[in-house]
């Protein structure tokens, strides 16, 4: 009973690195979505999918891409980090406009 | 834009009391209202959902209330316990871009 699974939970890099998040869901849900939370600004979306095939901007996208692999994963993408990245990034999945659920998260940190 | 808001930011209270943690919201067209717990260092869990047509749900110690009209959320928790410590958070739903979340309360529950 994973629910919503994220690699890795933990992550440093340095500036100009890339790295992929991976998400996946055993949930059969339909939506996915990456999240980061910052201390003071609280949790904002980066990008979502509302079905497999689809993928949307969110309130903070810029220097993110995202993949959405199969109806199970949807992973985020970082093609040149930079510190304002170091972050928590938060995968969830709901069915349609249901209740989210959330992954355990990743910490990142770029140097 | 949705705005979220959760007052107060943090709370301090003797363990046993009854307490309850406000939410607000700036735009009354919604599907549903979250609220999350989430310990240091730790993911969401899903506390409540309040569908929009809903005025209320309970589990356990908890009720969530909801107003969709003044825009306002309530989430009482009898005979607090110090294992209710964690910060509280609450998310509104507007369509299949996810949620919109306030920054939170942190609840500690003195023993």
């Known amino acids: 009973n994973a629910g919503v699974t994220q690699t890795p939970k933990f992550q440093v890099l340095k500036t100009g690195q890339s790295m992929t998040l991976q998400c996946a869901q055993d949930m059969n849900h339909n939506s996915m979505y990456w999240y980061r939370q910052d201390p003071g600004m609280g949790l904002r979306l980066i990008y979502y999918?509302?079905?497999?095939?689809?993928?949307d901007k969110g309130e903070v996208p810029n220097g993110y891409n995202v993949s959405r692999l199969n109806k199970r994963e949807f992973s985020l993408r970082l093609e040149s980090a930079a510190p304002s990245q170091t972050s928590v990034y938060f995968c969830?999945?709901?069915?349609?406009?249901?209740?989210?659920?959330f992954g355990e998260g990743s910490r990142l940190t770029v140097l | 834009k949705q705005e979220v808001t959760q007052i107060p930011a943090a709370l301090s209270v003797p363990e046993g009391e009854n307490l309850v943690l406000n939410c607000s919201f700036t735009d009354s067209a919604i599907y549903n209202l979250q609220w999350f717990r989430q310990d240091p260092g730790k993911g969401l869990t899903s506390l409540l959902l309040i569908q929009s047509s809903q005025r209320e749900q309970t589990s356990g110690r908890l009720n969530a209330s909801l107003d969709k009209s003044s825009g306002r959320s309530t989430l009482y928790i009898a005979a607090s316990q110090p294992g209710d410590s964690a910060t509280y958070l609450c998310?509104?739903?507007?369509?299949?871009?996810?949620?919109?979340f306030g920054k939170g309360t942190h609840l500690i529950i003195q023993p």
């Open positions: 998310a509104v739903r507007g369509g299949a871009d996810g949620l919109t």
């Open positions: 969830a999945s709901s069915h349609s406009t249901g209740e989210l659920f």
């Open positions: 999918s509302a079905s497999e095939g689809t993928t």
